[in-house]
């Protein structure tokens, strides 16, 4: 199994009498580095400038390759670029116009004075904004910063750059214009009234890495009191694609997912989401553990939502710590943290165990060690297989979503999606290293978005029924 690299470009100044180019690749190698690609910028009778692409798995690697390196003859490194930093470079994203402005007349029919008549038009009857304005095909990206990824609490600012990743993922899985909104702010109350001011803009608002417990209000009260679709990713996303990695996995181990043990550890923002789309999909014996052990309804918590939990899961009121209530379990799926789950946790559950190590960057427990014990395994990371990832389905829920211009998106729909993603794999293909299709298999938008309008259409909440439909 890989694991993740990063990448940098290294411009050398190379003396062509004394530099020896088969020393330089034997140090990139020695030294941990992979050398991807090289580039001539310019040669003369003395001197080649070269620019060496090369991949590292560790930042370390990279200080130890420059070092070495400069300590070889004829060689002198004139700049380090991280492509990384490199593709960040002034944002990720830009506006383009639809139309051409090449002369007045032009100008004067998509700005002053024409475009008042369009405006006039909408004001008479605001439902036209759908079809003269970007609303139809927006979605706000909306982050206050408080749940970055696995950073936990980052400035807003510094939010930036993954909220403009997922407009980039809108756009290319879906087509779909989403806008990058960090909001100066971590009071749910001026959340909710700032996005609920965004209304007039947008088809959709996503909320992103916001933490909980204020993740769960703030989008209850926004679905109540706005009449477009919201969904909160980190809740829903992960909720969906885990249960449809979760369907396939269970076809592939022939367990019915009613009768099945599922602990779910980390109740929080994806673990309350992942336990309701359980509950909805069937299961009737699901354990919610956190770090005060197994969730049960005889004991009074404190956190917001544990007591509603507690009622409707784990219905043999087993109580104790991870180690304890995972004996029999069918199913581990981690939404806590680093290294939680042990082997011999994994040894102690029920036959052909199924374990989902979700925490990201490091799961709760690495796949080489689950690997022995465990029938299948998924993780969130890029770099194993079978990621459960929220990309695999925030572009095909809002494209649907947006198609027929839902109300909302409601159970029904998103547990319309996880079978649609866990029905891009076949039967016949599934395995335990490809229990979830790839987010760059084209047929997992097109069939979540039919799957979604047909369950909004269904449900009554969808305000029109698309051409294609
Ligand atoms: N793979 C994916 O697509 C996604 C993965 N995640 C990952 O899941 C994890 C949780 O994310 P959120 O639910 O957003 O965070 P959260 O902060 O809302 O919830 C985490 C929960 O884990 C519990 N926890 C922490 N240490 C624990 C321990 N030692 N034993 C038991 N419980 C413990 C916390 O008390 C909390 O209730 C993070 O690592 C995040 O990166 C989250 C969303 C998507
Ligand atoms: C994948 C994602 O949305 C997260 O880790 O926050
Ligand atoms: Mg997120």
Not at 52 to 79: T, Y
Request: some cysteine; hydrophobic content about 40%; charged content about 25%.
């Amino acid at each position: 199994m890989s694991k993740a690299s990063m990448s940098f470009i290294l411009r050398l100044k190379l003396d062509k009498q004394t530099a020896s180019f088969g020393k330089i690749a034997t140090v990139i190698s020695s030294s941990g580095g992979d050398l991807v690609a090289i580039d001539v910028i310019k040669e003369n009778k003395q001197t080649t400038l070269r620019d060496l692409s090369i991949n590292v798995d560790q930042k370390d690697a990279q200080n130890l390759i420059i070092n070495e390196l400069r300590k070889l003859e004829g060689i002198s490194i004139q700049h380090t670029t991280d492509r990384t930093f490199l593709a960040h470079s002034g944002g990720k994203i830009h506006v383009v116009p639809k139309v051409k402005i090449d002369n007045r007349d032009d100008m004067s029919r998509v700005y002053t004075p024409e475009v008042a008549r369009v405006c006039e038009a909408i004001d008479q009857d605001v439902e036209r904004a759908h079809e003269y304005t970007i609303k139809k095909n927006a979605v706000a990206v909306i982050s206050d910063g408080t749940a970055v990824l696995g950073l936990g609490k980052i400035k807003p600012e510094a939010a930036m750059p993954v909220m403009e990743g997922k407009a980039m993922l809108f756009k290319q899985f879906a087509d779909i214009d989403a806008y990058p909104i960090c909001l100066d702010t971590q009071d749910p109350e001026e959340i909710i009234t700032i996005v609920k001011a965004l209304r007039p803009t947008f088809g959709g608002i996503n909320l992103e890495d916001i933490a909980s417990p204020n993740c769960f209000s703030i989008e209850q009260r926004l679905k109540q009191e706005l009449n477009i679709p919201v969904f909160h990713d980190d809740q829903h996303g992960t909720a969906i694609v885990a249960l449809a990695g979760l369907l396939n996995a269970l076809t592939l181990v022939s367990k019915p997912i009613e009768t099945c043990k599922i602990i779910v550890c980390g109740i929080g923002a994806a673990g309350m989401a992942i336990t309701n789309m359980l509950l909805k999909a069937g299961a009737t014996n699901v354990i919610g553990v956190d770090v005060e052990g197994a969730l049960h309804c005889r004991k009074k918590y404190e956190r917001p939502g544990w007591n509603e939990f507690a009622n409707k899961t784990n219905p043999n009121n087993e109580e104790g710590e991870l180690c304890e209530v995972i004996k029999d379990a069918d199913v581990f799926i981690g939404v806590s943290a680093p290294g939680l789950l042990t082997q011999s946790d994994i040894k102690q559950m029920a036959k052909s165990p199924i374990v989902f190590a979700l925490a990201n960057p490091n799961p709760e427990i690495q796949p080489e060690e689950a690997k022995p014990y465990a029938a299948v395994i998924a993780t969130g990371r890029s770099d194993y297989p079978n990621q459960v990832n929220n990309v695999l389905c925030f572009p095909g829920i809002f494209r649907g979503a947006l198609d027929c211009r839902a109300k909302e998106i409601n159970d029904e729909m998103k547990l319309a999606a996880a079978k649609a993603i866990a029905s891009t794999i076949q039967e016949d293909e599934l395995d335990a290293e490809y229990i979830i299709p790839s987010v760059f298999n084209r047929e997992v938008v097109p069939s979540i978005r039919q799957a979604v309008i047909n369950a909004a259409i269904t449900t009554g909440v969808a305000q029109i029924e698309p051409d294609s439909h």
